[in-house]
């Protein structure tokens, strides 16, 4: 298993005469699963586990995921070893099995790494024998690929993010961190739901470079209406630790321009028991571009369901008037740029002043985002702002961590006050 091949690389490592390393997908066998049933897939699985250790006696032999295995060669080895190691397994991989009577041919798609060469920790080494071995896949032919530096480049790394994504949508791979927002005196009003993606072998990818792609292979309705669930679901539960907070979720120009999104919202809340004020949705400027008026429909059928509505990142992009005046918004969110230009530029504040005015006449709440440090809270204080989100109060964290604050505030005695005190 993984915690035995971790030791084992751990060993070679620090043994320090190098090693190879081999990564090897059984493309096919998830059909297998879905046509023949679990039981024809586990014994398929089985069959090739044990071929694969035949083929490779020296080689330590570990199930790295699903349909993955991850093989390592003894101390000292190298390319030749891996090309050895490849081939013995694609001859023993290409064998027909017998299951559940039927002759079935899987393919294999191995890539290679060899320490010091491609990597000299696990993570690295793990992540350029995977390119590889997706290379190889992406070839479509049985041939294995060692990894080179040209695997590593940005297309390689889009390519790779592509087809994970959808694998991992299905397999719900994905959790929501949140952040504290705070009054003036630093009490907790509500925390907004931020996505995390951290993939295997890949590390944490931020959702300004995984959002874009989950829309563009269509797979981001899913996760959309997976952060509203767990709005919902994070709100009611603020219920049963007797907090009044909200819990504020993104809105894509994507998803706010399909149709059904009012009923999904709605659907979410009935579902989790939570009502539609306890949630915030946040939409950027960008998603009203396209079609003003029905923009504004869509959100004044929000508004009027109960929802609370924010416009996010704003003075970034058209800041227009007429969209502050026009659309039944509750709370602006001032865009983390003029938060950090507040100390340097002196325009900065008279445009946050402007703004918090303005919004006041409006009957909206004004929001800064991005405050890190107590100088910017002091400023902003001064400008009027109601509410605040930064560094300064909490970095976006496990739901369990910001419930164990609120329960300390909340606790008889204790005084409020933002962390950085
Ligand atoms: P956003 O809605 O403007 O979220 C605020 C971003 O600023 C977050 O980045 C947050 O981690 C970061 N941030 C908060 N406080 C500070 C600070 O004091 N200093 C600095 N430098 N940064 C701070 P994150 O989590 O990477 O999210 C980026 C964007 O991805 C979000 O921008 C939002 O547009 C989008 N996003 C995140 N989660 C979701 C989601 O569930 N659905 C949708 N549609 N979009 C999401
Ligand atoms: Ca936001
Ligand atoms: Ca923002």
């Known amino acids: 298993n993984r915690a035995a091949l971790d030791q084992e690389i751990g060993r070679r490592i620090a043994d320090g005469r190098g090693f190879a390393l081999m990564f090897l997908a059984l493309d096919g066998l998830n059909a297998v699963h879905g046509g023949f049933g679990n039981p ?26 699903d349909d993955e295995f991850v093989a390592i060669g003894p101390h000292g080895s190298g390319k030749a070893t891996l090309g050895e190691m490849a ?37 690295t080494l793990l992540r350029h024998a995977d390119a590889a071995m997706f290379a190889a896949r992406q070839n ?27 694998a991992d949508v299905e397999r719900d791979k994905f959790h929501f961190l949140l952040q504290p927002k705070v009054d ?21 990818v931020a959702p300004a470079e995984f959002i874009p792609i989950a829309e563009d292979i269509g797979v981001f309705d899913r996760l959309g209406r997976h952060a509203i669930r767990s709005a919902a679901r994070i709100a009611r539960e603020l219920r049963t630790i007797d907090s009044a907070a909200t819990i504020a979720v993104n809105l894509s120009p994507d998803q706010l321009s399909r149709p059904g999104l009012v009923d999904m919202a709605l659907e979410a809340c009935r579902a ?17 571009v396209s079609d003003i008026g029905a923009v504004t429909r869509l959100l004044v059928r929000l508004r009027d369901r109960g929802f609370c509505l924010a416009l996010d990142d704003f003075g970034t992009g ?26 340097t530029d002196p325009r900065s504040l008279k445009a946050l002043e402007g703004i918090v005015a303005l919004c006041r006449t409006l009957r909206i709440t004004t929001v800064a985002e991005g405050v890190e440090t107590s100088a910017q809270f002091e400023s902003l204080r001064a400008t009027g702002i109601d509410e605040f989100q930064g560094y300064l109060f909490g970095r976006p ?24 005190g």
């Open 87 to 123: 081939q013995r397994a694609l001859e023993a991989i290409g064998q027909p099995c017998a299951i559940a009577g039927h002759d079935i041919k899987l393919t294999p798609s191995i890539g290679g790494a060899c320490s010091p060469e491609h990597g000299t920790d696990s993570q």
């Open 272 to 288: 989790e028991g939570a009502d539609p004020s306890w949630l915030e949705l946040e939409l950027t400027e960008s998603a009203l």
């Open 318 to 343: 058209y800041s227009s008037l007429s969209h502050l005046r026009q659309l039944p918004l509750h709370k602006v969110k001032v865009d983390q740029s003029f938060v950090k230009d507040l100390q």
């Open 40 to 65: 024809a897939g586990e014994e398929l699985l089985q069959l090739a586990a044990g071929r694969l250790a035949r083929a490779m006696p020296k080689a330590f032999l570990a199930r790295w995921g």
């Open 184 to 204: 003036g005196a630093g009490r907790h009003l509500g925390a907004e739901l931020l996505m995390r993606w951290s993939p295997d072998r890949i590390g944490t």
């Open 397 to 420: 964290m496990a739901k369990e961590a910001w419930f164990e604050q609120l329960r300390r505030m909340n606790r008889p005695g204790s005084a409020a006050g933002h962390g950085a």
């Open 140 to 166: 479509g032919c049985n041939r294995p690929v060692v990894f080179h530096e040209a695997l590593d480049t940005g297309s390689q790394r889009r390519a790779r993010l592509h087809s994970q994504l959808r």
